[in-house]
C-alpha cells in the first residue's frame, strides 16, 4: 500500500513539471539536453546516430511553419489530437558532416542498397523491446533527404498503448543496407512524460 502511494506521488509530480509550458527558446533547449533523456547518441563505422523524441508540440509547431505565435489555439489542439495515439522519434544518421547518402557517394557499390532500405525498409531496421518484454514494431517511418543537409532524417512512428506502460525501453536499429550490427537506444519513459509543453501565443 505505501509502495503504491508513494507512485501516485510521483506521478502527480510528473504531471505537475509536465504542465508547465515553455517559451519556444527553453523549449528547444530542453529537447536538446543530452541530461533530460530525450535524445541519445550512438557511433559505428564512421556513423554518427542520433535518437530524439519528438514530443506531440514538435509536430504541430512543424506544421504551423515553426512558429510559437499562432491564430487559433483550438486549431492547435485539433491538430495535436491527430497525433496523441502515436509517439514519435526522429533517427538522424550523419558521417563526417554529410548525410548518409552524400557521405557514400553513388559510386559507392552499397549506395543503392542503402537509398531502397531508407526508402522502403526502415520499419524492417527499427523497433522497440520494452522492459515488460513487449515487442513493438515501427508503423511508420518517413525518409527525407534534403541535399542542404549535414545528415539524414527518419522520422519512426510507433503506437504508444504499450510502450509508455514500462518503465524503460530500447529503440534498435540495425542493418541500414550497411550490414551495420543491432545498436540500441535506451529511453526512460518518465523522461518523456514529463516533457513540458511548448507556450503557445496567440495574434490576438
Not at 505537475?16 to 515553455?22: G, N, S, V, Y
Not at 496523441?84 to 548525410?99: G, K, M, P, R, T
Not at 531496421?125 to 513493438?136: A, E, K, N, P, W
Amino acid at each position: 500500500m505505501r509502495i503504491t502511494i508513494i507512485f501516485a506521488i510521483h506521478l502527480l509530480f510528473l504531471s505537475a513539471c509536465a504542465d508547465k509550458p515553455l517559451i519556444l527558446e527553453d523549449w528547444r533547449a530542453y529537447l536538446q539536453d543530452e541530461e533530460n533523456g530525450l535524445r541519445k547518441n550512438k557511433e559505428w563505422g564512421g556513423l554518427e546516430l542520433t535518437l530524439e523524441y519528438r514530443p506531440t508540440d514538435a509536430l504541430v509547431w512543424q506544421e504551423y511553419g515553426f512558429s510559437d505565435r499562432i491564430e487559433n489555439k483550438k486549431m492547435w489542439d485539433s491538430l495535436s489530437a491527430k497525433y496523441e495515439d502515436q509517439v514519435y522519434f526522429n533517427l538522424s544518421i550523419a558521417s563526417n558532416n554529410n548525410d548518409l547518402l552524400t557521405a557514400l557517394g553513388s559510386q559507392d557499390p552499397r549506395y543503392y542498397e542503402v537509398l531502397q532500405g531508407l526508402s522502403f525498409k526502415m520499419e524492417e531496421y527499427t523497433g522497440i523491446i520494452t522492459s515488460c518484454r513487449d515487442t513493438i514494431t515501427t508503423l511508420q517511418a518517413n525518409f527525407f533527404r534534403n541535399f542542404d543537409s549535414t545528415s539524414t532524417d527518419i522520422l519512426l512512428v510507433f503506437e504508444n498503448q504499450h510502450l509508455l506502460a514500462c518503465n524503460e525501453f530500447d529503440i534498435w536499429v540495425k542493418n541500414l543496407g550497411l550490414n551495420m550490427p543491432i545498436q540500441k537506444f535506451t529511453f526512460n519513459s518518465n523522461d518523456l512524460r514529463r516533457t513540458p509543453r511548448l507556450l503557445i501565443k496567440t495574434k490576438e
